[in-house]
Nanobody, 125 residues
Framework: QVQLVESGGGLVQPGGSLRLSCVAS????????MAWFRQAPGKEREFVAN????????NYADSVKGRFTISRANAGNTVSLQMNSLKPEDTAVYYC??????????????????WGNGTLVTVSS
């Protein structure tokens, strides 16, 4: 079993920045590949970014390319999401997720084996 705990959410003005972190514990060998998803009010959960264990392979949703950066640290047990140039439409609950193997491209929620409880990001003036 893998436990994922997110932190770093909050209220930020449009154009601002925020950094989310997710710490994995437990059987972390099952969390070689990690990702961030988000769910806005009234909408389905959507893919944001993913990353492999070494941090070399990454992929982003078109809506966040050039603004968000995903990274890994702490022997791969911590994954972060640096969010810059935030827009009101980025407002959502952001979820950390994990699976064993990395595959290139965007991911669906059904591909993930483990989920965190989410952290709320609100972009508003």
């Amino acid at each position: 079993q893998v436990q994922l705990v997110e932190s770093g959410g909050g209220l930020v003005q449009p154009g601002g920045s925020l950094r989310l972190s997710c710490v994995a514990s437990g059987r972390t060998v099952s969390a070689n590949a990690m990702a961030w998803f988000r769910q806005a009010p009234g909408k389905e959960r959507e893919f944001v970014a993913n990353i492999n264990l070494s941090g070399v392979r990454k992929n982003y949703a078109d809506s966040v390319k050039g603004r968000f950066t995903i990274s890994r640290a702490n022997a791969g047990n911590t994954v972060s999401l640096q969010m810059n140039s935030l827009k009101p439409e980025d407002t959502a609950v952001y979820y950390c997720a994990a699976r064993t193997a990395y595959y290139p491209g965007t991911w669906s929620t059904g591909m993930m084996n483990y989920w965190g409880n989410g952290t709320l990001v609100t972009v508003s003036s």
